[in-house]
């Protein structure tokens, strides 16, 4: 079984910072990434990163946000920066072996609450 394992959320005023981190129990998994979903949203993607590095955001958080993997380590992370209440969503560590189909391993999630 593949396991994906997060950690790094919690509360934050909004214009604040938070890093969410995921470990993954196999490598060369070709996508790894970030999904959300937020009350009354469906789920979305947040950022993808490739075996090879490349990377790609939504649009909402472009700019802000910055998605890494540590190809020695199995991790992967995304560095949240100048956080909005729109942000406040649980957020799902996600890995994916293709192009254009849903992701094929899901973490547990981790709620990001972002308020004053």
């Known amino acids: 079984q593949v396991q994906f394992v997060e950690s790094g959320g919690g509360l934050v005023q909004p214009g604040g910072s938070l890093q969410l981190s995921c470990t993954v129990s196999r490598s060369a998994i070709f996508l790894l990434g970030w999904y959300r979903q937020a009350p009354g949203k469906e789920r979305e993607v947040v950022a993808t990163?490739?075996?090879?590095?490349?990377?790609n955001y939504g649009d909402s958080v472009k700019g802000r946000f910055t998605i890494s993997r540590d190809h020695a380590k199995n991790t992967v992370t995304l560095q949240m920066n100048n956080l909005k209440s729109e942000d406040t969503a649980v957020y799902y560590c996600?890995?994916?072996?293709?192009?254009?189909?849903?992701?094929?391993?899901w973490g547990q999630g981790t709620q990001v609450t972002v308020s004053s």
């Open positions: 996600v890995g994916i072996d293709g192009w254009f189909r849903p992701p094929d391993y």
């Open positions: 990163i490739s075996t090879y590095d490349a990377t």
